[in-house]
């Protein structure tokens, strides 16, 4: 059977769900849909999402230790085998940041990378998340995909105004130059592997302005998968809304259809 898995940074589930997403949630056929951002603790998150829950969804959560901050969540048509939170990092594994659910043969995780801030401590607690994250998911074998809002834009192709952004967090050298190990290391950036040598698809745009309006975005929320899993990605679609105000978070759903 295929396997249908989603992703998308809410923006705060609890103003998502009241903007469209309870909507998506009901027409979407995937089977799977990783959420970034939820910012709220897991009894606000579930009484968000209850009428997805009434309709049997069941719900996997990593609640933020800062409040409003982050939280990452699985959404899945059954429930998975087992849950876990974190990756074995005693400064981010109680952050919300990070989260993976088996299925079967194959374990699904959901990731919220920071968005960093050149020049402060944002931007270095950024780089020690993705180093230790790194090492974990480098280390990792079998069928996975770790799904979510990475909050880098891997190449040139990956951002409308890249020429204007070399120095910003999102698009710097070493944080390109940490996906491009990752997919030495075995991993396949799917949606890219599909839509190859196109601008984007993608999938956030700023409020501010006519960003959404004109397609200037990054797509920085993305699927990495390895073993025979990224070999049978067949689609991937960024869902990207008809209008501007139809929009129920700043970020897009990307789904991935495996075969």
Known sequence: MPTIIATVNVNGVRAAAGKGMLAWLAATEADIVCLQETRATDEQTRAALAPALADGWSLALAEPEAKGRAGVGILSRRAPQEVRIGFGSKEFDASGRYLEADFDDVTVASVYVHSGDVGTPRQDEKYRFMAELGAYLTGRGGEFVVSGDWNIAPSELDIKNWKGNLKSAGFLPQERAWIDELLAAGYVDVVRRLHPGVEGPYSWWSYRGRAFDNDSGWRIDYQLARGDLAARAK????????????RWSDHAPVTVQYR
């Open 235 to 246: 689609q991937a679609v960024v869902e990207r809304a008809a209008a501007y105000d139809q």
